[in-house]
């Protein structure tokens, strides 16, 4: 059987400027207190490399929150993930809802973003999830396959360089959650396809989070779940309390 680390990821989103992130940061650094957890912090792309230098290699771990899919170029207002490499960054959140139905990101964009990531070296944390109407509709393993299929390259994923994140549309930022029999019967599904869909040894490895309204009241039933192995936090990770009370509540 594998043994797969948990991961707890903070995406900051839009929010906090330098001296507010690099406190936030070092508060976080200073609580990481699980060595069987790894902790991620992903701050806006003009405070991250801040962040980096404070931390100085020490828990969290530094992400950035998107990428271009070019090296470099024509691209005003992007950031390449070799620049986010340089900045400090191991990892990057890419295919977020926010800018797939926000920014009209296609699942074609989003693989080559993964691939221009381990390009840079990085872990792509992908992003996939439903809709309410497509919920309710009974299509959410068919649009999450779907995403799944379209977003991971068909050559290259490893557990190492790839991990996916389960964030129903309709519960972030919201408040609202999935039961935790829809949360287990979804990150099994992905766990399944993938098995079915890519080489051999991704599905046992790879790492299968959940987002969308995961807080400290509602962590520790979820990280218990089986294929549930850590969680992309938004609100509550802009509170040290709260990100490191959901990162102590995984099993041990």
């Not at 290699?57 to 170029?73: E, K, N």
Request: hydrophobic letters at 45%; proline letters at 4%; one cysteine or more.
């Amino acid at each position: 059987m594998t043994t797969r680390r948990k991961l707890i990821a903070g995406n900051w989103k839009m929010n906090l400027l330098r001296a507010e992130g690099v406190a936030l940061a070092q508060a976080v650094a200073a609580g990481a207190g699980r060595a069987d957890v790894d902790y991620l912090v992903c701050p806006t792309a003009t405070v991250l490399s801040s962040v980096a230098d404070a931390l100085q290699g020490r828990a969290p771990a530094v992400g950035g929150q998107d990428c271009h899919d070019q090296m470099s170029g024509a691209f005003t207002g992007d950031v390449s993930a070799e620049m986010l490499a340089d900045a400090g960054a191991t990892h990057v959140i890419l295919g977020h809802s926010e800018r797939r139905h926000g920014l009209g990101e296609t699942d074609e964009w989003v693989r080559a973003k993964v691939q221009a990531a381990w390009r840079a070296g990085l872990t792509a944390i992908l992003c996939v999830g439903e809709t309410r109407e497509e919920r309710d509709a009974g299509q959410a393993f068919q649009i999450v396959s779907a995403q799944l299929f379209g977003s991971i390259p068909p050559e290259g994923s490893t557990p190492a360089n790839l991990a996916v994140a389960y964030e129903p549309v309709w519960a972030i930022g919201t408040g609202l959650t999935p039961t935790i029999d829809d949360i287990a019967a979804m990150h099994g599904h992905i766990r399944s396809f993938i098995a079915a869909s890519y080489p051999a040894d991704l599905a046992p490895g790879i790492r299968i989070l959940y987002g969308g309204s995961l807080k400290p009241g509602n962590a520790k039933e979820i990280l218990a779940l089986g294929d549930v192995d850590g969680g992309l936090i938004g609100g509550a990770s802009l509170k040290a309390e709260d990100f490191l009370a959901i990162a102590a509540a995984c099993p041990a």
